[in-house]
């Protein structure tokens, strides 16, 4: 039960279930539920179904195909967190004998492995996994379709690597280590390798007719870590939040924001935006979601969020074809965000004034391109540019009394202050770049120097 401040208006409730309904009758889908939560917490559900009496809730599973990829990205961020592995190590050293070892973990996560994007031999995701007992029976004879680490190509194969790998570094099934490691620390007990009850049937609604064909919901064996899982928008919405958030029991939150960030471009023919490590993002209606998209014969499934509004939905339908559930999903979202736009927080002066750090603030030339250094909470440091299309950044601070880059150009870059031997400051130092009080000032520490005669006329 959320709180009245939680809850949505009326007629954001209306448009949300305007949206799935019609989706779900202009799509001909057996069935669709879906779910938006705002700052982590659940605030709307809804549902349409063909069949009265029997309408699906937060509760009942659907089958979510490729957002299990994010879950076992989780795993491997977590083996990458324990000092386990790099993300730059190749694929050998923690997996032998695959044929694709130098492959890196980081490039299987973002599918820039060059693999191919679908098993050899028949269509595996309306196969039983029994038909592919070995990574051979998965990988081909030919594995790689792509220069290595050249080109944003999507592979299942290559989550099935990664699930093995999992496997390999824990000593233990896939399946258990989800479970164990990630499941059951966010409390999503209705996430599942195999149907729980209650549970949607797969359906397949005949493209130019009004009957279906039921969907074989078969084992995918070996290729589970790209695609297995079952779920419910009551427990994607708890993910949603940890994937926004992070969780110190599972991935922290410095973890889960790597994830979110493009690790590489969009494809050819691909929404842009990009991949992350496990995340798919997409610029949708002047904002970025960032989230992963599923379906497997008889199910088609969403999961997005907008980090920045704090706004998360997810969309499930039991149909192989007719509604897009991630484009309904996106819709929730731009709907809560345009009738509801988060509320600011109210501005605060900082608790305690560092007098050193003040007197940093203000304007800095690099050259002659005017930048604003401000101060906000925490030591926190921004540099932002006065005019044209400058590079900003904003700092983190460091104990050692220099700042970290944490976005833009100077991401993981350093800032120091550098001072003359009567302490007074002469200079910013940026990654190299010096920022000085005035542009070009004679007598400045300039790389190349200043000229003696000054600023001139004509």
Not at 97 to 111: I, K, N, R
Not at 194 to 215: F, I, N, R, T
Not at 221 to 236: E, I, N, V, Y
Not at 342 to 348: A, D, H, K, M, V
Request: proline residues 8%.
């Amino acid at each position: 039960m959320t709180s009245p401040l939680e809850e949505l208006l009326p007629c954001t409730q209306r448009a949300l279930l305007h949206r799935i309904a019609a989706a779900q009758a202009e799509g001909r889908a057996p069935s669709l539920v879906a779910a938006v939560a705002r700052d982590g917490q659940t605030v709307w559900t809804g549902s349409r179904t063909s069949v009265d009496g029997h309408g699906p809730d937060a509760g009942t599973q659907y089958r979510i195909g490729s957002i299990t990829k994010t879950f076992t990205a989780v795993l491997v961020m977590r083996l990458r967190d324990e000092g386990l592995l790099d993300l730059g190590d190749p694929l050998e050293k923690h997996l032998p004998g695959t044929g694709v070892g130098e492959v890196t973990v980081a490039q299987l996560l973002s599918h820039t492995a060059g693999l191919a994007a679908e098993t050899p031999g028949p269509w595996w995701e309306r196969t039983p996994g029994s038909l592919r007992p070995g990574l051979g029976d998965v990988l081909g004879e030919q594995p790689r379709m792509h220069p290595v680490g050249r080109v944003h190509h999507y592979s299942n194969p290559g989550y099935t690597l990664l699930g093995r790998l999992v496997e390999a570094v824990r000593g233990d099934s896939w399946a258990d280590v989800l479970r164990r490691e990630v499941l059951e620390p966010l409390g999503m007990r209705r996430t599942s390798a195999q149907p729980e009850a209650p549970h949607a049937g797969g359906w397949a609604v005949h493209p130019w007719a009004d009957v279906m064909l039921p969907e074989p919901a078969v084992d995918l064996g070996m290729m589970a870590p790209a695609g297995q899982l079952w779920s419910t928008t009551a427990d994607l919405c708890r993910f949603a939040a940890f994937l926004a958030a992070g969780d110190e029991k599972v991935l922290s939150a410095g973890s889960v924001r790597e994830m979110r960030t493009p690790a590489a471009p969009p494809g050819p023919g691909e929404a842009a935006g990009g991949y992350g490590l496990g995340m798919q993002i997409v610029h949708s209606g002047g904002r970025t979601l960032v989230g992963h998209t599923g379906s497997l014969p008889g199910f088609v499934a969403g999961l997005w969020m907008s980090v920045e509004d704090g706004v998360a939905a997810v969309a499930l339908v039991n149909a192989t074809s007719g509604v897009s559930a991630p484009a309904v999903a996106a819709d929730l979202i731009r709907i809560v965000v345009e009738a509801e736009p988060r509320i600011p927080e109210p501005w605060r002066p900082l608790a305690e004034v560092d007098q050193e750090l003040l007197t940093l603030t203000g304007p800095w030339f690099w050259g002659t391109s005017p930048y604003a250094l401000s101060l906000g909470a925490d030591r926190a440091l921004e540099l932002q540019p006065l005019r044209g299309n400058g590079r900003g950044s904003r700092f983190a601070a460091r104990p050692d009394g220099t700042w970290t880059g944490l976005d833009g150009y100077y991401l993981g870059e350093t800032l120091r202050v550098v001072r003359r031997e009567d302490g007074s400051v002469s200079h910013l130092d940026l990654g190299s770049f010096v920022f000085t009080r005035e542009p070009y000032e004679p007598g400045d520490v300039v790389p190349g120097g200043v000229d003696e005669g000054g600023w001139r006329a004509l």
